[in-house]
């Protein structure tokens, strides 16, 4: 065997053991640790899905890293990535990668001619919005929100939010308020935190 060759080896070995162990993972058998923030929000997860009371806080950091985790090993329809900066007074800035081909393709003619040449691919889009979190409903308003420079009209980007939640697998509707998830009664923000109580 010649020097390239047992390189040549010696790579696809290297290849094989590590498809080997994602196999392995995903079946349970070796377990990769996960970031401390996506470990943080499986425990809660759970603690939720026991039905007992519970109050939660997160951090905007927190959620970032579970949401970059979570749309990597589970991605969503039109969505490549997000993340949130969270304010007082329920108001999030949201910075989310959009594919408007996709939400074009959905529900043709939703991106304004005007704004179709911008508006396509995948966009990096910043949000706005206020919350109220009651009553276990979650129902938001688009406060502003920009392409690059170009200021969006809220009407559009809540369009495009509705268009965006139909296509995921839970199928929401935020016409109307939605059902906060595990049963949460409420979720406000306070300070730089995103809370929660059951």
């Known amino acids: 065997m010649t020097v390239s060759m047992a390189k040549e080896t010696a790579w696809i070995v290297t290849i094989m053991v590590v498809v080997a162990l994602g196999v392995r993972a995903r ?4 377990q990769l640790r996960e970031p401390a ?3 943080r ?3 809660l997860f ?3 899905r026991r039905n007992a009371p519970a109050s939660f806080r997160l951090a905007g950091v927190e959620i970032n890293d579970y949401l970059q985790y979570s749309l990597q090993h589970t991605p ?5 990535s997000c993340s949130v900066k969270i304010f007082p007074q329920n108001y999030i ?3 989310t990668v959009v594919d408007f081909d996709a939400v074009d393709r959905w529900n043709p003619g939703a991106i304004p001619a005007l704004l179709r040449p911008v508006l396509r691919g995948r966009r990096s889009i910043w949000v706005d919005c206020r919350f109220g979190g009651a009553n276990g409903k979650l129902s938001f308003s688009v406060q502003k929100a920009y392409f690059e420079r170009i200021r969006l009209p809220s009407v559009l980007v809540e369009q495009v939010i509705a268009i965006l939640a139909r296509q995921q697998p839970e199928r929401f509707d935020t016409s109307k308020p939605v059902p906060i998830p595990f049963g949460l009664e409420s979720l406000w923000t306070e300070g730089n935190e995103l809370r929660g109580m059951k």
């Open 27 to 30: 079946a349970g058998v070796v």
């Open 37 to 39: 923030a996506v470990e």
């Open 41 to 43: 929000m499986h425990s």
């Open 46 to 48: 759970e603690r939720l």
């Open 76 to 80: 969503r329809p039109g969505l490549q």
């Open 93 to 95: 800035s949201t910075f």
